[in-house]
């Protein structure tokens, strides 16, 4: 038996790689699609993407057509006339061999894109005489179509792939085309489809003979899926509008759903001006833009210190480890001292409890409470983890997860965190306190304090912020619509609440009032330093203001950060109450409030950092300018805060 099982199983195993062979040699011959076969000519069809609409479905990115010559480097003929082609295509000599030559290195046989984004005048005059120039071909595929001049930063764009790209992915091939930053690159498998191909077969001359196994293995092309955003464009639209000539964020968000309702950087650009030949070119201009940064998304990257409105989580902390309750008092004498020769500043005086400590943005009443917090454990890393864990429960201090490809994380300092800076300890609840108020190791990005703003408005809970609201034929990620409970017991919101309503009624913000519509906000006025030339200086306080209406059942949740704007109710105030009304009404009736923001200009600020004169600093806003609104900012994003850590002088009224 022994000796009959081995040439059995060679007899079956022989027959069986013979099988094998001939099926895939004599039957199936679709491996030879997979090789760079000379006699096939693989043909792509390259669909539309996916439109763009707002939340209320007006279109906002739509397509158009386009074509690219591609090049086959192996069938150029040697008696091509380059003079004649370069003339057709406007293009020197010079860039010919460069373009070949690359194309080449990619492969010979295969082909590849030679010249991209000709618009339908530059492929007329080329396709009559395309016949003279064996070796390329036209390849249609459609741009993006922008229909509004906002959004850039919300939309992203389309270009090439590159070879790392495509190394990754095998859907790419060079040439193609793929969705960067925004919701382009977010969705882009969404949007892209699914491009067909169609194999021609070819004689030994090279000449086309039809299709290859009469279309046996084409494959038509499937178009992208439509999908809808969150983004209400009339707020989109108006919020950029107001950030004209200004530098910073703003972030809208309806509390209820997590839903992103305007997502706004300044400067930004126009998105029409990345289409078409002069995409390249222009984003060129744009990356290296190191004074306006209009490729920089402040309210998803830029981190500051929050300021006044960080005061409602220290009391919400404070309210939460019973340290504090409703009526407790701190006696305030425009400001109060902590310890030997630190005395912390502020414009309050007399008594203050929870709720004139928030509408007076009192310095005093939350310094204390923050250090009573602290105190409330012997081991003030204990103490100041068990803060950090209350502050991460309203999704700070880490990336929020939300369906944009960028962010950061923004800084809640923790137990480690002081044991790097202090590694021979001593530090205690006095050497951290400026953390109360928003200063300190604290930093946050806009579109977190719109998160926090929202988490309060729910009393205790949101849902991660997210930019989708409809995809053709899916569902939306089941993330989106998770609800997340802070730390915090719902008792507890009310009375802060309470006190956010009267800084619009009797407080910081009661100057900027809209008849009919309930506010509940924060001004708050962060210190800013920055290194220039080398030494430490401090430039104009960045404005920040965070809001939400109606106080009962809330619909928008906002923040505004405006970087060397002053006074959180000088710049960013205003700006909240009239995105709120905007959102609410769909018109505005503080007309004195929308002419003060739409004049103001803080250019002059800007160009103390770059050493350049207001009228340099600034330039119009015409149709050809690559900025919409083009400002002069510093050449640090986001001037990093250097704040004493065992004391704070300030007196801003927030």
Known sequence: MRKVLLPSLIIIAASLLVMRIFYLQIIDDSFKLKSENNAIKKVY????????????????????????????????????????????????????????????????????????????????????????????????????????????????????????QIAKNPYYNSGDLIGKQGVEESYEEILRGIKGVKYIQKDKYNREIGSYKEGKYDTIAVAGEDINLTIDAELQKYGEELMINKRGGIVAIEPKSGEILALVTAPSYDPGILVGRQRSKNYTLLYHDSIAKPLYDRGLLAEYPPGSPFKIL???????????????????????????????????????????GIYNSCNTYFAQAYMLTINKYANPGKAVDVWSDHMRSFGLGQFMGYDLPTGKRGNIPNSKTYKRIYPNGGWRSTTIVSNAIGQGEVLMTPIQLANMMATVANQGYYYTPHIIKKIEGE???????????????????????????????????????????????????????????????????????????????????????????GFGATVAGPIASLMIEKYLRKKITRTDLEIRVLNKSLASEYAKLGGMSEASAIESTPKDSLLKAKIIAPKTTAPKTETKKTTIDTTKKN
Request: proline fraction near 4%; charge should be positive.
């Open 314 to 356: 220290t009391g919400l902390v404070a309210l939460q480890e019973g340290v504090v309750n409703e009526q407790t008092t701190f006696m305030c004498h425009h400001g109060f001292s902590y310890g030997r020769g630190r005395f912390m500043k502020c414009h309050g005086f007399g008594p203050h409890q929870l709720h004139n």
């Open 475 to 565: 569902k939306i990620d089941s993330k989106f619509t998770t609800k997340h409970t802070t730390s915090i017991d719902q008792k507890y919101f009310p009375p802060v609440i309470s006190g956010l309503f009267d800084v619009y009624n009797k407080g910081t913000a009661h100057a900027l009032r809209v008849e009919g519509i309930d506010i509940c906000g924060k001004t708050g006025t962060a210190e800013n330093f920055a290194k220039i030339n080398g030494k430490r200086t401090q430039l104009k306080d960045h404005s920040i203001f965070v809001a939400f209406a109606p106080k009962d059942n809330p619909k928008i949740a906002i923040a505004i950060m405006i970087e060397n704007g």
């Open 45 to 164: 069809d390259y669909p539309e993407r996916g439109y763009i609409y707002d939340r209320n479905g007006k279109l906002l990115v739509a397509n158009q057509a386009s074509y690219d010559i591609m090049v086959i480097p192996r069938d150029i003929k040697e008696n091509l006339n380059i003079p004649e082609f370069c003339a057709l295509l406007n293009i020197t000599p010079e860039d010919y061999e460069k373009r070949v030559a690359k194309a080449k290195v990619y492969s010979p046989r295969l082909p590849s894109v030679f010249l991209s984004q000709l618009n339908k005048n530059e492929f007329a005059a080329f396709q009559e005489k395309i016949r003279k120039f064996e070796g390329f071909y036209f390849q249609k595929r459609s741009l993006r179509d922008y229909e509004v001049d906002y959004g850039a930063n919300i939309f992203g764009f389309i270009t090439q792939v590159n070879e790392r």
